[in-house]
């Protein structure tokens, strides 16, 4: 079983920044995917960022060249560091590892991003 603990979301004004981190314990294997969703009142979850074990990464466009995904594979880690941001990032944020076929998932942050 595998185990996922975020941490770091809060509030926040317009165009100031936050840093998620998230911590996975339990079954590990090598050659997963670490990265957040986030899911906003009555929409769907949507990809915020992904990254490989091997440093490939993924955005979504609406964060990208904001958001900057990074991981430490040594200690099972992965961080997302979210600047400029805007009320529309407004969300509960979910750390997900992907091993194999199956998602595991994190308990969620919420980043709420108002004046």
């Known amino acids: 079983q595998v185990q996922l603990v975020e941490s770091g979301g809060g509030l926040v004004q317009p165009g100031e920044s936050l840093r998620l981190s998230c911590a996975a314990s339990g079954k590990i294997f090598s050659g997963n995917v670490m990265g957040w969703y986030r899911q906003a009142p009555g929409k769907q979850r949507e990809l915020v960022a992904t990254m490989t074990s091997g440093g490939s990464t993924r955005y979504a466009d609406s964060t990208k060249g904001r958001f900057t995904i990074s991981r430490d594979n040594a200690k099972n880690t992965v961080h997302l560091q979210m600047n400029n941001l805007k009320p529309e990032d407004t969300a509960v944020y979910y750390c997900?590892?992907?091993?194999?076929?199956?998602?595991?998932w994190g308990q969620g942050t919420q980043v709420t991003v108002s004046s």
């Open positions: 997900d590892l992907l091993q194999g076929s199956t998602h595991y």
